[in-house]
């Protein structure tokens, strides 16, 4: 069956660094659009970064310049490199498949948004403060 299982969160400094995993199976990830997506106390969930079929990718404006996603495909997984933490960055953190439900070009393109995932991890916790 299909599952994604997320790893790599904890308690970590602002300034600090994490690197999280996505790990992938019942299907080949690259043939898929993988994002990741946040969800903090009292907030909706958002996505913060997701990347496409042919490894293009995109963030949201307040992780630009500090946050990296990658795919390793030997591994089946997709990554999260998380630089220059701030404790705004404090969240449960997802990972998601895009749906081809609808077959389109859009399946294979980033962004996407929630509702248009098929699976979801069962999230990471990632807590930045002193």
């Known amino acids: 069956q299909v599952q994604l299982v997320e790893s790599g969160g904890g308690l970590v400094q602002p300034g600090g660094s994490l690197r999280l995993s996505c790990a992938a199976s019942?299907?080949?990830?690259?043939?898929?659009?993988i994002g990741w997506f946040r969800q903090a106390p009292g907030k909706e969930r958002e996505e913060v970064s997701c990347?496409?079929?042919?490894?293009?990718?995109t963030h949201t404006e307040s992780v630009k310049g500090r946050f990296t996603i990658s795919r390793d495909n030997a591994k089946n997984t997709v990554y999260l490199q998380m630089n220059s933490l701030k404790p705004e960055d404090t969240a449960v953190y997802y990972c998601?498949?895009?749906?081809?439900?609808?077959?389109?070009?859009?399946?294979?393109?980033?962004?996407?948004?929630?509702?248009?995932?098929?699976?979801w991890g069962q999230g990471t916790q990632v807590t930045v403060s002193s």
């Open positions: 019942g299907f080949t990830l690259d043939n898929y659009v």
């Open positions: 990347i496409s079929v042919s490894d293009d990718y």
């Open positions: 998601a498949r895009r749906s081809h439900y609808s077959r389109s070009y859009y399946s294979r393109r980033c962004p996407f948004e929630a509702f248009l995932a098929d699976y």
